[in-house]
């Protein structure tokens, strides 16, 4: 797909599609309106007659209007003006541009973006057109063997984003940042969406080296479980242990300002399966675990975006990856292991995993004196229930940390949500045999989760983001969302 900015009233563009917005009450939008001049007022009669009602997401393709020099218009609604927002904008072009995929049109010019909803600019606008594009063109048929199916991708070949004044350089950016966003959570969404027997750490590795081949700021170098011992990450071992399948950590760096400046590091949970080991899950939706390799294919995905944009920052990701397995070198509930922090752990849960590579992997990234540490992990159910799918969780030991993550969720519709840490909390991980257990029991699982990792942050500023809940949706419509990339690439871009 290619990205253009059009310049131009809607009456003249020879597009197989434009879309044009109209809100549920009122006058037309400017772009709108000069279209049903040039159409002797066709559009402006199908909202009186009450054909099209408007309200946000509603749309209407209307074949061949005489007046105008393209074959179709798709008429989209954004509701109530003066309710109208940014979701709201965010739903309409979803809805729109779901309809355009459905359509045979190969060129299409949204002049969604020429009107000024609140909320928005011209910037953010083209930005959330270039990434719902990605969203509603997304689809996971790599593994299809049918012609019929695997070539369900859609035919269009160019978006137009109208532009009014002189908006082209803030719409050229925000087309920019889409696209650095929309294939960077495409990454993340295949990486999500690929099975355990594909997707393992091995795979991961592979990946992370496309994404750095042919950019001199991106370098990868990869650790085996020999170098991981020397290392003394018993912890990270210990979930490895029950597996055939090696465990991998990779180091993704980005340098993209002075050798000296202290990098963000961002840290993926890249469990390619978690089976719970000894402590198994039950059977029903465990297929759903080939998704806790989420935080580390979200870390490969904003390091490809980081250089896509060429950001003025350094950035380091780590991946521990390995898959957490039963099996007669498992490690067992009560087995007490030495971390890389010289913490002993005692694993009374075996698939309470996540915390056990991800602690090795916060205390290896000490040693690039981030500026800011950031893990993103499927933690925990019950940060599920606790909010949903509609926020990822956040925890940290900074508050101005924890605000940049919080607004850049907000700008960015990829929200998140933040929970209490304390010394309360650390209560429940108590252990009588080692330094400390790795659960703590049935109440706040989420809070005690991120309490455990934050005994190995030292005082680095750290912020855990648990995306249990966002990561990806289950049932008819199971899939990798691609959250949080969108989410920490905003924050990069803000720092
Ligand atoms: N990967 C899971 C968390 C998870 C479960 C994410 C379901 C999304 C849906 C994690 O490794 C896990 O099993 N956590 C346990 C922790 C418990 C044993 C303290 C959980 O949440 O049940
Ligand atoms: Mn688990
Ligand atoms: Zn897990």
Known sequence: MRFQVK?????????????????????????????????????????????FRGETGDTLLLPSVRGLRCPRVLLVGLGAREKCERKALRKATRSALAAVTRSAAVEVVSYLGTEDVRGTDAYRRARIAVEVWHDAAYRFTALKTRASERNRTPKQRLLGIAVSGGDTAEVRRGIAHGQAIGAAMALARDLGNLPANICTPGYLVGRARDVARGNARLS????????????????????????????????????????????????????????????????????EMKYDMSGAGTVIAVLQAAAALRLPLNVVGLVPACENMPGGSATRPGDIVRSMSGQTIEILNTDAEGRLILCDALTYGQRFRPAAMIDIATLTGACVVALGKHRSGLMANSGPLADALLAAGEAADDPAWQLPLGEEYMEQLKSPFADVANIGGREAGTITAAAFLSRFVGTTPWAHLDIAGTAWNAGAQKGSTGRPVALLVEFLLKR
Do not use: H, W
């Open 220 to 287: 990868v170098s990869v650790l085996d479980e020999a170098r991981m011992r020397r290392l003394r990450m018993g912890s990270l071992l210990s979930v490895t242990a029950g597996t055939d399948e090696p465990a991998r950590f990779i180091v993704l760096r980005y340098r993209g300002a002075a050798r000296n400046k202290a990098p963000v590091v961002l840290v993926g949970k890249g469990i390619t399966f978690d089976t719970g080991g000894i402590s198994l899950k039950p059977g029903p939706q465990m297929d």
């Open 7 to 51: 310049a131009g009233p809607a009456s003249r563009q020879r597009a197989d599609c434009i879309i044009l917005p109209a809100y549920s009450a009122g006058p037309l939008p400017a772009a709108t309106r000069e279209a049903d001049r040039a159409a002797r007022g066709a559009l402006r009669a199908l909202l009186r007659n009450g054909d």
